[in-house]
């Protein structure tokens, strides 16, 4: 059973929130602020492609969710107008206090370096070196040689890949890879984290070690927020989800 969250069933109410309370009555979530909301939204792309249809949706500082749902459902695009890869046509997007609506320029970029990104298919620059690929968000932010080499080996270390750092991407194996976009992701100490369907390429084993990554983030007070199709990492892994169907967004009755 579902529960629809767009249009007619939320107007005039509170934005539904993902997020799930704590069953010991911890007033933790009621306490956080909103680090995301979506309100009214609706995307049509040029083509005449509707890929999300008036869909309201809110999330906490320090959630995890996921967002499920078949191919073409509308998941990428939903995290594209998070990060302003694509806009909205009609309705409000808000991520950690920036207005998506009117973002442009200079304050996009600032907005960007607030939300790490991780993709299924890794996107690592192929002649660098594990290090350099994770080094280079932070040499693109002019950070000093000093500053860069004192966050790289966290960063490493949280993916447990400091023994791979002087090694090209394709002397790793594709979990290995995976886990350097989470490292490049979370170098800049962003407070959001999005990854769309980073287990889409990996086997079992390998896709559980990434959910476990993403969980041990979100537990040091990132916000996760992942894509995926693969309903029993959802089941393993104990976070709340939501479910993209022909851009209406549902969630679990509970
Ligand atoms: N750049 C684009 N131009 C036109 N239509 C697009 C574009 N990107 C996505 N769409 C369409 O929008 C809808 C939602 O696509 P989206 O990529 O968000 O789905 P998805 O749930 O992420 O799919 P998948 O799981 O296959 O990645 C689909 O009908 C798709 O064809």
Request: aromatic share 6%; proline share 5%.
């Amino acid at each position: 059973m579902t529960q629809v969250l767009n249009g007619q069933a939320t107007r005039g109410s509170a934005i539904p929130t993902a997020h799930t309370s704590p069953a010991n009555g911890g007033d933790r979530a009621t306490l956080r602020d909103a680090i995301i909301t979506l309100q009214g939204v609706t995307k049509t792309y040029d083509n005449g492609s509707q890929a999300l249809v008036n869909l309201n949706l809110e999330i906490k500082r320090g959630d995890f969710l996921f967002i499920t749902g078949p191919s073409g459902s509308g998941k990428s695009t939903l995290l594209k107008l998070l990060y302003g890869e694509e806009r909205v046509n009609d309705g409000d997007v808000r991520v950690d206090g920036y207005d998506l609506t009117t973002l442009r320029g200079d304050r996009l970029s600032q907005l960007r370096r607030r939300i790490g990104i991780v993709f299924q298919d890794y996107k690592l620059i192929p002649r660098r070196t594990v290090l350099e690929n994770v080094a280079f968000v932070l040499w693109a932010q002019g950070l000093p040689r000093k500053e860069i080499h004192r966050r790289l080996q966290p960063a490493l270390k949280m993916v447990g890949l400091t023994h791979k750092a002087n090694c090209f991407p394709e002397q790793l194996s594709g979990g290995e890879q995976q886990r350097v976009s989470i490292a490049r992701a979370i170098v800049g100490t962003p407070p959001i984290l999005l990854a769309d369907e980073p287990t889409g390429n990996l086997d079992p084993e390998n896709s559980w070690q990434v959910i476990k990554i993403l969980k041990k983030l979100n537990s040091v007070g990132i916000t996760v927020i992942v894509t995926t199709h693969d309903e029993s990492l959802i089941r393993l892994s104990n976070h709340p989800a939501v479910q993209l169907r022909n851009g209406y967004l549902y969630r679990p009755k509970g």
